[in-house]
C-alpha cells in the first residue's frame, strides 16, 4: 500500500514525467536518516544513474562542511539522486554542483513567480536569503575519472524559516517569497525534467552553456566578502571563479586568492 507521501507527492510527480535518465527510478520515503547517506549505500551496491530519493522527513539530514540540515515534515523537497558521470574527471566536479543549482533554479523559475540567484558555491537564494542548498559527495577512480556522483539538496518550500528560532534568521522558503504554498509535487516533477535536459547536454560536451547559465545567476561576484575556511578566515573582494569552481577572491594585500572549499558572508563594500 502507498503510503500518504507516495500518494499526494511522488505519484503525481510520476505523472507525465518524461525524463531518460533522471528518476527513472524514483522512491519516496516518510522518513530517512538522510537521502544522500542512502544514496550512497545504492551507489556503492552498483545501482544506475538516474535514481532518485525524496524524503518527507529527514532525521539526520547533512548539510555541508559537517553541518545539520532540519526542517520540519512536510515542509520541504529533500531529495538526492545518483550520477554515474565516468566522463568527467574529478577536478571538473564543480559542474555537477552548477548542473544541480540551475536545474532547480530553472524549475522553481518555471513553476513559481519568483527568481532565483546564486551565491558560491551552492547556496540558492530569493531576496538574498538562503532558498536552499546543495550537498555533492563524489567517488572517484583515481585522478583519472569520477565514479559516481550523489546530488542532495534541501528546498525550503512550504514554511516559515524565519518563525524557528533554530535555523539561521537569512533563511527563507518559496511559501515565504511567493507569497502562497507551492505544490510539492509539481515543483519535484520540473525539477527532475530540468536536471535530464541539463545533464544530458552536459554529458553531450556543453560545459560552457552550463558555466555561463550559472554564472548568469551567481551574485557573488564584485562584492566585499569575507571567507571562512577551516582554519581561519580573510576579507576582500570576489573578482571571478575558476575553470575548477575556485572562489577568486584579491584579500586586503592585493593578493589574488583562491577558495576551493568555504563559507562566504557578503558584507557593505566600504569594510572590505
Ligand atoms: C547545505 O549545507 O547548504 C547543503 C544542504 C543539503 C541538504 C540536502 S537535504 C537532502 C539531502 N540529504 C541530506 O542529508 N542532505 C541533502
Redesign the pocket.
Known sequence: MLTSFEQTIIEPARYQLETLIIGQELLGLEQT???????RERAFAGVAEGLVIV?NE?T??????G?N?S?PAGS?????LLLRPTWLVPSESFLLTMLAAVAISEAIERETSCTVELKWP??LLINGR?L????VELETAGPERLRWA?I????NVNWQPSDDPTINQAATSLASECGHEVDRAGLLRAILHSYDRHYLNLRSGRREALRQAWLDRLTTLGKAVEIELSTHSFVGVAEAVDQHGGLQVRDNTGQLQTVYAGDVKVRPLAQA
Do not use: E
Not at 542532495?152 to 528546498?155: A, L, P, Q, T, V
Open positions: 536518516a538522510s537521502t544522500n547517506s542512502l544514496i524524503a529527514q539526520a539530514g547533512r548539510g555541508r562542511r553541518r540540515w526542517a520541504s523537497l529533500l531529495l538526492s551552492n547556496d538562503k536552499a542548498g546543495i550537498l550523489v542532495g539538496s534541501g528546498i
